[in-house]
């Protein structure tokens, strides 16, 4: 390449862009694949390290190239991206009563059979979890604390977890002290107390669409009604549309996850989320955050929250440790708010307490444990994985498949031509031993029937034969 002094018609940032888009395009660099260090290509191509930063900015920018935190720059996989679902023309916002699916149940309990590769289950692969640090901890903590291990944490739980998780919380941009914050039995615990706090049977909750539908279940369980608001794999709900739907309906509480969410894996920009918190505090309508995918950020900095802009204690933050160090531990939390004594007292009177030989192994690990350490290995595996998974639903699926392109977690949604029917291709994954999560169970309304959800958590070999087959299936599908 020319030096940086040589005249040229653009920028010379989008010049070095352009030619490692040539290099993609012309299999020099494959789907996948890393690209040049900033460093090697500012030598390689005799210009500045500041230039190279700024061409591999815009090609990130543009979904060409994506970033790894600790490794580096690698090509975006080669299906379409998904940036928005069709929304009818004029549609209005109904709420719908949930009824509970047989097909929910059945997904859910064939997410963890160990004869199945789980390509459909949203839950951390252990082997990549510190569980033999845990159990050493843990053993050590119950010796520490004998009769304390066995008793009753009463609400809102152990003193010293509520001052690791408050100190933690300063990264999401949430400054509270241990008193604000409430241990539960997990997130969804965290989320059911939100909703007990806030409404009642028959109110309304405004929720994404597609959102995860263990939510809309409980939702369902509670007596409540579950209103649709479009989101986007880019910026999470529509602001616009949720100010729409508030204008026309009686609304008790929002639920969201505005940090990759599920199952879009959207992140939500910052300027949305104030948007999203001011909006509903102009309305005096509670929102129930979910951050719990929050910590699997692939970028440097961990996303804030929601509840960082909260300015009238309106936003109730949940989240846990069920994605990050362990699920089976139950261990999760919430920050209510000017809800937190209702939430307390609701807590005491559903469970009294989480188990206290978890809280105490916690509380150590996140004090003494290296939890940021095991954060910036599991970001890059999952980082990998879901590169890896993307390139194989591309090589694999049927013409005209797209998904979408996450920036965090180990999550990713697939749309599949129209004439694949996820419900059908789900039972028919069942056969060949393959799980996997039909978007028809992401909403109320039946949009979803040609999506699908894929896990990367557990991705290996079998995985990708696994995602192979289901290529195959899907075109039989479509053949039909």
């Known amino acids: 390449m020319a030096s940086e002094t040589a005249t040229d018609c653009r920028p010379l940032y989008e010049k070095v862009g352009g030619e490692i888009v040539a290099l993609i395009e012309g299999g020099t660099f494959r789907a996948g694949e890393r690209l040049p260090s900033i460093r090697q290509l ?50 209005g916002f109904r709420a719908t009563a949930v009824t509970f699916s047989d097909l929910c149940q059945l997904v859910i309990r064939n997410m963890m059979e160990p004869a199945m ?29 004998g009769s304390q291990s066995v008793s009753y944490m009463m609400p809102p739980g152990s003193e010293r977890l509520r001052t690791q998780i408050a100190k933690r919380s300063l990264l999401s941009g949430i400054s509270v002290t241990p008193d604000e ?24 909750i405004a929720v994404e669409s597609p959102f995860y539908f263990n939510f809309l279940q409980l939702i369902a369980e509670m007596g409540l009604k579950a209103l649709e608001i479009p989101s986007t794999p880019r910026e999470g709900i529509s602001i616009e549309a949720l100010r729409y739907a508030i204008e026309n309906n009686k609304i008790s509480a929002c639920l969201v996850i505005p940090n990759f969410s599920n199952p879009l894996g959207s992140l939500m920009p910052d300027d949305r989320k104030r948007e999203l918190v001011q909006l509903l505090e102009g309305h005096g309508i509670p929102l129930i955050e979910d951050d719990i995918y929050g910590d699997l950020t692939f970028g440097q900095q961990r996303p804030v929250a929601a509840k960082s802009f909260d300015k009238k204690g309106l936003v109730i933050y949940c989240s846990s440790f069920s994605k990050t160090l362990a699920p089976g531990y139950r261990v999760g939390w919430a920050i209510g708010g000017r809800f937190q004594d209702e939430m307390e007292r609701l807590k005491m009177m559903t469970n009294l307490a989480v188990a206290s030989p978890t809280q105490l192994a916690l509380a150590e690990f996140l004090a003494n444990g290296g939890y940021d350490h095991h954060l910036r290995a599991i970001r890059r595996i999952y980082a990998k994985n879901l590169s890896q998974m993307s390139e194989a ?88």
């Not at 600790?70 to 996989?77: A, D, E, I, N």
């Open 393 to 480: 639903v591309a090589r694999y699926f049927p013409e005209g498949t797209r998904m979408t392109r996450p920036t965090g977690s180990f999550m990713l949604w697939v749309e599949m031509p129209q004439g694949v029917d996820s419900v059908k291709l789900f039972h028919r994954a069942l056969e060949h031993r393959i799980g996997i999560t039909p978007g028809a169970i992401f909403s109320l309304s039946d949009k979803y029937r040609n999506y699908i959800r894929l896990s990367s958590a557990y991705w290996d070999d079998k995985s990708e034969r696994g995602v192979e087959t289901l290529g195959m299936l899907a075109k039989e599908i479509l053949k039909s």
């Open 117 to 145: 590769v789980p390509l459909g289950s949203a839950v951390p692969n252990p082997q990549h979890l510190p569980f033999e640090k845990l159990n050493r901890i843990m053993s050590a903590e119950l010796r520490r604390f």
């Open 181 to 204: 914050v409430l241990v539960t039995a997990g997130c969804v615990e965290a989320v059911q107390l939100a909703l007990r706090a806030t409404c009642r049977a028959g109110d309304t």
């Open 42 to 91: 500012s030598s390689k191509l005799s210009v500045s390290i500041n230039t190279v930063m700024q061409a591999y900015a815009v090609l990130e920018d543009r979904r060409v190239i994506q970033a790894r935190p600790q490794s580096g720059y690698y090509v975006c996989p080669r299906a379409p991206e998904i940036t928005a679902h069709p929304v009818s023309c004029g549609q």
